[in-house]
């Protein structure tokens, strides 16, 4: 029976990740592009969002916290999810750990030309990246200030439903009881629509 409402509690965090996913790429969706271009621009969007959502279920159902803080790479903005030991955080999409900036001050890297240092993207951090050791295997990233928002209460709101998101989910995964696990997914399913409320405020902005 646990092990049953363990699969049912997995299956409604990823809805609710592909549900949040799915709102994000329909609003960005070109309104300009010939069709060809469209459907072709639309499909790889679709190919990343589900692999996005399947990498944050499976990090979720392992035992990692799901953030309010996102990655600022552009064209990226996944929430970063959080080590249960290290409390490291890591982006599923750019396949990145997040490093506090004393951190990065401290690793020395060689001056690259400017013509190849202009090829790379910025580097992946949260505003706020806890300092913890990062595994040898991952990739290491210097932090960055960026606004994800454009309007800062907006931006705020955001970030406290994320955050409760995480709590909620958190929650679920620890709920043992058929009643625990109904009233988690109404929270999650509460705190989606508002997301998506806050999305729509905010594209008309």
């Known amino acids: 029976m646990v092990f049953h409402r363990a699969a049912r509690g997995g299956d409604r965090i990823r809805a609710d990740i592909e549900s949040i996913a799915r709102y994000d790429d329909a609003r960005r969706r070109p309104l300009d592009n010939g069709p060809d271009d ?13 692999a996005t959502s399947s990498k944050l279920g499976e990090k979720m159902l392992q035992g990692w916290t799901l953030m309010g803080s996102v990655c600022p790479i552009s064209d990226c903005g996944t929430p970063f999810v959080r080590h ?14 997040a490093i506090a900036e004393d951190q990065a001050t401290e690793q020395v890297v060689p001056a690259a030309p400017e013509s190849v240092a202009r090829s790379f993207e910025p580097p992946c951090l949260p505003a706020h990246a806890p300092a913890a050791p990062v595994a040898s295997s991952q990739q290491v990233v210097p932090p960055s200030s960026v606004d994800w928002t454009a309007d800062s209460t907006t931006s705020l709101a955001l970030d406290v439903l994320y955050r409760k998101l995480a709590a909620a989910t958190a929650a679920l995964e620890a709920s043992t009881s058929d009643k625990d696990v109904s009233a988690q997914s109404r929270v999650l399913a509460d705190l989606a629509k508002a997301i998506k409320a806050l999305h729509t405020i905010h594209s008309f902005e």
Do not use: P
Request: aromatic share 12%; net charge positive; hydrophobic share 25%.
């Open 38 to 50: 469209e459907a072709t621009a639309y499909a790889a969007r679709k190919k990343r969002r589900d």
């Open 84 to 97: 249960r030991e290290t409390g490291q955080l890591f982006c599923v999409t750019c396949d990145r750990y």
